[in-house]
Nanobody, 120 residues
Framework: QVRLMESGGGLVQPGGSLRLSCAAS????????MGWYRQAPGKERELVAT???????NYADSVKGRFTISRDNAKNTVYLQMTSLKPEDTAVYYC??????????????WGQGTQVTVSS
């Protein structure tokens, strides 16, 4: 089984910064793209940022220039550095990974979520 363990959420004032981490563990052959999604109360889950195994990135327009996604392939870990945080960034942030457990078995995995609250 593959597990994604997130950490780094919390309460921060507007304009502040937070860094989220997500470590994948378990039986894995290869991890393709990894990413972060978020879901605010009463809203659908939305993409925040993704990164391929080769480091190509994609961001939601709402976070471009403020958030940076990165990954450490040796540690099977993806990070999300969030700066200039706004109250509208408040949400539960979920880690996602596209994983081959073996050359023929590919699945999508999700973390349990970590709360980010931006408030004064």
């Amino acid at each position: 089984q593959v597990r994604l363990m997130e950490s780094g959420g919390g309460l921060v004032q507007p304009g502040g910064s937070l860094r989220l981490s997500c470590a994948a563990s378990g039986s894995m052959f290869r991890i393709n793209a990894m990413g972060w999604y978020r879901q605010a109360p009463g809203k659908e889950r939305e993409l925040v940022a993704t990164i391929t195994s080769r480091g190509s990135t994609n961001y939601a327009d709402s976070v471009k220039g403020r958030f940076t996604i990165s990954r450490d392939n040796a540690k099977n870990t993806v990070y999300l550095q969030m700066t200039s945080l706004k109250p509208e960034d408040t949400a539960v942030y979920y880690c996602n990974a596209d994983v081959y457990r073996n050359p023929l078995s590919r699945n999508d995995y999700w973390g349990q979520g970590t709360q980010v609250t931006v408030s004064s």
